[in-house]
């Protein structure tokens, strides 16, 4: 499972995507792997061409936004208080904004790759189950 969020640190800029486009390349160098998260700018054009699924979790603003504001209060969890509006933002305007950048950059690098779109706790465990990776997920 190559998780982008722990390949990107939190202190970085815009002046280390090359080093992390190297960590990513090195990451899904291998047969097969799953990969989690989105930087579609940075990443898709790494990653879609060799991807055989793209699944897309397509929960609701106010389900993000709650996940968002919990996962601050975790201990260990890197995602900081100080960060939240900018992160609620984002949720806010990820439809207009961020949606349509990331269907671009998945039609040019991966027009061919499935795309299956997931909304509901119930239609994410169903196609874990399906698919097998229920193993995986329960592992995280």
Same mark, same amino acid.
């Given at each position: 499972?190559?998780?982008?969020?722990?390949?990107?640190?939190?202190?970085?800029?815009?002046?280390?995507?090359?080093?992390?486009?190297?960590?990513?390349?090195?990451?899904?160098?291998?047969?097969?792997?799953?990969?989690?998260?989105?930087?579609?700018?940075?990443?898709?054009?790494?990653?879609?061409?060799?991807?055989?699924?793209? +699944? &897309?979790?397509?929960?609701?603003?106010?389900?993000?936004?709650?996940? *968002?504001?919990?996962? !601050?209060?975790? =201990?260990?969890? %890197?995602?900081?208080?100080?960060?939240?509006?900018?992160?609620?933002?984002? +949720? &806010?305007?990820?439809?207009?904004?961020?949606?349509?950048?990331?269907? *671009?950059?998945?039609? !040019?690098?991966? =027009?061919?790759? %499935?795309?299956?779109?997931?909304?509901?706790?119930?239609?994410?465990?169903?196609?874990?189950?399906?698919?097998?990776?229920?193993?995986?997920?329960?592992?995280?």
């Amino acid at each position: 499972m190559v998780c982008l969020d722990v390949i990107w640190q939190p202190n970085w800029t815009k002046d280390d995507v090359p080093a992390s486009r190297t960590l990513i390349k090195d990451a899904h160098a291998g047969e097969t792997w799953i990969s989690d998260g989105n930087f579609a700018l940075a990443t898709f054009d790494i990653r879609l061409p060799r991807a055989t699924l793209v +699944i &897309w979790l397509d929960r609701p603003k106010q389900y993000c936004a709650w996940r *968002a504001i919990a996962r !601050v209060f975790h =201990p260990g969890e %890197p995602h900081r208080i100080g960060d939240l509006a900018k992160v609620l933002r984002f +949720i &806010w305007s990820f439809d207009r904004i961020n949606r349509p950048l990331i269907e *671009a950059q998945r039609i !040019v690098h991966g =027009p061919d790759v %499935p795309v299956v779109r997931l909304k509901s706790n119930r239609e994410i465990a169903a196609f874990l189950k399906s698919s097998g990776l229920n193993r995986i997920a329960r592992s995280r």
